[in-house]
């Protein structure tokens, strides 16, 4: 993992904040304290949040041991892309379709939201952490995003939770400013300008990534298949092989 790579999972996070604060943006002020003096709920909560990603980034990165993931590599890096620019034009408020792909995720959201309703309200850190570390798998299509592109760039379980605990630190000024200061922050994060901002910024990182998924950039395109039968066949690759080729998605988002 380069250090662009893991610079690219923190701007993911910071750039999603429009659309953070439209999904989340309501509980993350049920966790403000009115007197504004009581820090270890919002602390202990998003800090469950970023245990949460980190949990599933591992997950993702241990699959990428034992499955053939080279093989899919450009088409993670694309799905990444898409979805970003997907993002992004949901938080310009220009498509809604991403909406679909959020309530297929519903699912394994409703089966997790009981257990979630049990700590609500929470009674004391333990329950706040929980939660946020259940919340983590609520549906949202930048997390998916973020998966997409770990998977395509993690090599193994440390290197996933690093880079999905890394995207997850970058969601931390929107969230966690919006518990603290309340509804100030708030009106900040869904102001018109602001969200123009990040969905802007969301389809031209998108954009950047698709671009360099492409022949035309001129960048190393080893992990693109060439022809259906190379896919099915097992190939012994050198790990520095897969890392090389999943670096360009890391540069792209940067």
Not at 67 to 74: E, Y
Not at 88 to 100: E, R, V
């Amino acid at each position: 993992m380069t250090g662009t790579e893991a610079t690219s999972a923190l701007l993911l996070g910071l750039a999603g904040a429009g659309h953070c604060m439209g999904m989340c943006g309501g509980l993350a002020l049920a966790f403000r304290d009115p007197e504004g003096s009581r820090w270890s709920f919002p602390i202990a909560y998003h800090g469950g949040r970023l245990l949460g990603y980190a949990s599933i980034g591992g997950f993702i990165g241990s699959v990428a041991l034992f499955l053939p993931i080279t093989h899919w590599t450009f088409y993670l890096r694309v799905l990444a892309a898409l979805l970003l620019i997907a993002v992004g034009l949901h938080t310009l408020k220009l498509w809604t379709g991403i909406t679909a792909l959020e309530r297929l995720g519903g699912g394994l959201w409703r089966a997790i939201n009981p257990v979630v309703s049990a700590f609500m309200p929470p009674k004391h850190w333990g329950h706040a952490m929980t939660m946020g570390a259940l919340w983590g798998f609520m549906p949202c299509a930048l997390v998916y995003s973020a998966l997409a592109w770990s998977a395509a760039t993690a090599t193994g379980p440390f290197e996933g939770a690093f880079l999905m605990g890394l995207f997850g630190a970058g969601t931390l000024p929107a969230m966690l400013g919006t518990t603290l200061a309340g509804q100030q922050a708030l009106r900040v994060m869904r102001h018109t300008g602001f969200r123009s901002l990040m969905g802007v910024t969301l389809i031209m990182m998108g954009l950047w990534s698709l671009w360099l998924a492409t022949p035309l950039s001129g960048h190393d395109h080893r992990s693109m298949p060439h022809n259906p039968h190379q896919e099915l066949k097992p190939q012994h690759t050198d790990p520095s092989d897969r890392h090389h080729a999943s670096t360009h998605i890391g540069g792209a988002l940067w």
